[in-house]
């Protein structure tokens, strides 16, 4: 059974720097599209950012962009997301992903349980 993990949330001030991290266990990223997700309070999931089972090819809502990056580190298996000069309205519960990727994008097959994002003003 494929297990995701996230870590690395918590609570930050207005600016300040998280880095996420997403630990697959009997899977490797290498095969699979991943991506972040998040929900915050009231609101439906959306796409953060996503990165291509071959690692070249990124994307971002336009919302991160500039300030959070995707990376995949396939010798520890491990999905991160760095997330630099972070705002108030980036606050949620941000949920690992990996999937098929397609030309259009990723399709989610495997889900974390997500990692709560909190940043005061």
């Known amino acids: 059974e494929v297990h995701l993990v996230e870590s690395g949330g918590g609570l930050v001030q207005t600016g300040g720097t998280l880095r996420l991290s997403c630990a697959a266990s009997?899977?490797?990223?290498?095969?699979?599209?991943a991506g972040w997700f998040r929900q915050a309070p009231g609101k439906d999931r959306e796409g953060v950012s996503t990165i291509s089972d071959r690692g070249d090819t990124t994307n971002y809502t336009d919302s991160v962009k500039g300030r959070f990056t995707i990376s995949i580190d396939n010798a520890r298996s491990t999905l991160y997301l760095q997330m630099n000069n972070l705002k108030p309205e980036d606050t949620a519960v941000y949920y690992c992903?990996?999937?098929?990727?397609?030309?259009?994008?990723?399709?989610?097959?495997?889900w974390g349980q997500g990692t709560q994002v909190t940043v005061s003003s």
């Open positions: 992903a990996a999937g098929d990727w397609y030309s259009s994008g990723l399709r989610v097959v495997y």
């Open positions: 009997r899977f490797t990223f290498h095969d699979y599209g």
